[in-house]
C-alpha cells in the first residue's frame, strides 16, 4: 500500500498543465461500444478510472492498444455478450455508464450495481427510468441490473431531479434508437458537453447539450475517428485552490476558462486573485484569505467536487464560513480528518460552519474518498510540519501524477511504500 507524506510550509510557484477531464474519459471510453469502428482517443488521463473502464473493454472482447499513456485505439467490434465483469464494476461508479451503451447497441445489458467513492446513497432510478421510456424492461437480481428491450423507441424524458450519470445514459440509449428522444431537466456540465461532441463527430445527432432540453435523433452508424477529451475542470480547480492555499503564484495552463467561472468566483470573493487568459489561468494571493458562503449547485453553479478543497482552503480563512452541499449525503465525512489537523468545523446535517484559524498543523490522515483525498493534499501542503496520507488509491482514481506535478511547483511530497500491517511479523 502507498502513502503520501507532505512536508507543509512551501508555497506552490511555477506552472501546472492539466489532464484530460476524468468524468468526459470515462464516459467516451464507455461510449466506444457504440461506435461501428476502430476509435482513437486522445488525452486521456492516466488514472485508475480511465484504466479500468479501459480493461472492462478489453475483457468483453474489445482491442486495446496505447501509443503512449494518454492516446488509446480502441476496437470494441469483437464484444460479443453485454454483460460486465463483476468485480471491476464494482471498483468504480462510471461502470453504470456500460448500462447504456450496451442496451444501444444489443439492446440488452447485465451491469453489476456500480461502486466508487462512499459518497452516500447514489441510486439509478433515474437511469432506469429513461431506460423504461425508450421501451426497455429491468430487473435486479443479487445486485446485477439486467435492462432488455426488444426495440428502443424515441420517446420523451423528464427526470425528476438532475442527474448527470442518468443524462449519460439516457443520451447513450437514444443515440440508436428508432425516432427522436427529448430529454428534458438535463445536467449541463462541460463532459456532458463534450460527450455530445464526442458522439456527433461519429455520425450521431445530439442538439442542446449544455442546456437543460437535450435532443437526441437516432441513427444507425457511427464512424470511427480520432478524438481529444477536454482539460479536467475540477483538476484544474484543485490546483487553483493548492496555490491560494500555500500564498503561491502559479499558471494552470490547458484549461478552458469558461469551466472554471463558479471556482473563479469564490475564490475571488476570498480575496484570491486569478487572471484568465485564453487557455490557462494564474492565481496568486498577496493580502489575507476572506471568509466566504458556498453552496453547491449541479453546472454552473459551484460543484460538489470542488467542496472539499474550497472548505479546506477556508478553514485557514479570516472569519466563519458556512458551506453547505446537499448533493450527496457523505461529502462531509473528510471534516474529521481536517479536525486532526487542527481545523474547526461543525457539522450540521448537510451544512459545515467553518472557522477559520491561524494555521493547520501536519497530522497522520485518511483519504475517505477522491475529493476528500485531494483536500487533504491541499490542507498537507499548507500546514506546519509532516503529514501522512493514507488509502491514497482513492487520489489516484482521478488526478494524474498529482505528486510530480506539486513537486514541480516546489511541494515537498512523496508517494512512498509501507507495508500493511498484518503482514509484518511481529516478535518479541
Known amino acids: 500500500m502507498y502513502k503520501f507524506i507532505i512536508n507543509g510550509g512551501n508555497k506552490l510557484e511555477g506552472c ?19 461506435c461501428d469502428e476502430p476509435c482513437v482517443l486522445e488525452n486521456v488521463p492516466d488514472i485508475s478510472d480511465t484504466a479500468i473502464c479501459a480493461k472492462i473493454l478489453h475483457e468483453m472482447g474489445a482491442s486495446i492498444n496505447y501509443t503512449n499513456k494518454n492516446t488509446i485505439l480502441i476496437d470494441t467490434r469483437n464484444i460479443k455478450s453485454p454483460v460486465v465483469p463483476l468485480e471491476l464494476a464494482r471498483s ?14 444489443f439492446h440488452e445489458a447485465y451491469v453489476p450495481m456500480p461502486g466508487g467513492c ?15 421510456h425508450l421501451g426497455a424492461t429491468h430487473e435486479i437480481v443479487n445486485g446485477t441490473v ?11 424524458i423528464y427526470f425528476d431531479f438532475i442527474t448527470v450519470g442518468g443524462t449519460i445514459n439516457a443520451i447513450f440509449a437514444a443515440v440508436k434508437a428508432n425516432g427522436l428522444t427529448i430529454i428534458e431537466n438535463a445536467a449541463k456540465e462541460p463532459h456532458i458537453v463534450d460527450l455530445a461532441n464526442f458522439l456527433n463527430s461519429m455520425g450521431a445527432d445530439i442538439r442542446g447539450a449544455g442546456t437543460d432540453v437535450i435532443k437526441v435523433r437516432g441513427v444507425e452508424y457511427l464512424k470511427g475517428i480520432s478524438y481529444g477529451i477536454i482539460p479536467d475542470q475540477i483538476e484544474a480547480g484543485t490546483y487553483m485552490v493548492a496555490a491560494a492555499a500555500t500564498r503561491g503564484d502559479v499558471l494552470i495552463k490547458n484549461v478552458i476558462p469558461k469551466h472554471l467561472e463558479s471556482i473563479t468566483v469564490n475564490l475571488r470573493k476570498m480575496g484570491v486573485k486569478v487572471e484568465e487568459f ?17 453552496k453547491t449547485m449541479p453546472h454552473p453553479g459551484f460543484p460538489t467536487d470542488m467542496q472539499p478543497q474550497l472548505s479546506t482552503l477556508l478553514t485557514i480563512a479570516d472569519g466563519t464560513s458556512i458551506v453547505t452541499d446537499d448533493i450527496f449525503d457523505n461529502r462531509f465525512r473528510y471534516v474529521g480528518e481536517l479536525r486532526k489537523m487542527g481545523a474547526e468545523i461543525t457539522v450540521k446535517d448537510k451544512i459545515a460552519i467553518i472557522q477559520g484559524v491561524d494555521g493547520l498543523k501536519g497530522a497522520p490522515v485518511k ?4 475529493r476528500a483525498g485531494a483536500a487533504l493534499i491541499i490542507a498537507g501542503l499548507c500546514s506546519e510540519g509532516i503529514t501522512q496520507i493514507d488509502d491514497i488509491f482513492h487520489i489516484e482514481r482521478g488526478y494524474e501524477c ?3 506535478k506539486l513537486q514541480a511547483m516546489g511541494a515537498d511530497i ?12 511481529i516478535t518479541g
Open 118 to 132: 462512499d459518497l452516500g446513497d447514489r441510486p439509478i432510478d433515474q437511469h432506469i427510468k429513461a431506460f423504461d
Open 278 to 294: 485564453d487557455d490557462s489561468v494564474r492565481v496568486s494571493v498577496e493580502g489575507p484569505i476572506m471568509k466566504n458562503n458556498v
Open 92 to 105: 468504480m461508479r462510471a461502470s453504470s455508464y456500460f448500462l447504456g451503451t450496451l442496451l444501444g447497441r
Open 367 to 370: 483519504a475517505t474518498d477522491l
Open 402 to 404: 498529482i505528486e510530480e
Open 16 to 34: 501546472v498543465s492539466i489532464s484530460g477531464a476524468k468524468n468526459a474519459a470515462v464516459a467516451i471510453v464507455a461510449a466506444t461500444i457504440l
Open 146 to 156: 439486467h435492462v432488455k428491450a426488444d426495440m428502443l423507441i424515441g420517446n420523451q
Open 414 to 425: 512523496k508517494r512512498v511504500y509501507c507495508q500493511p500491517m498484518d503482514s509484518v511479523a
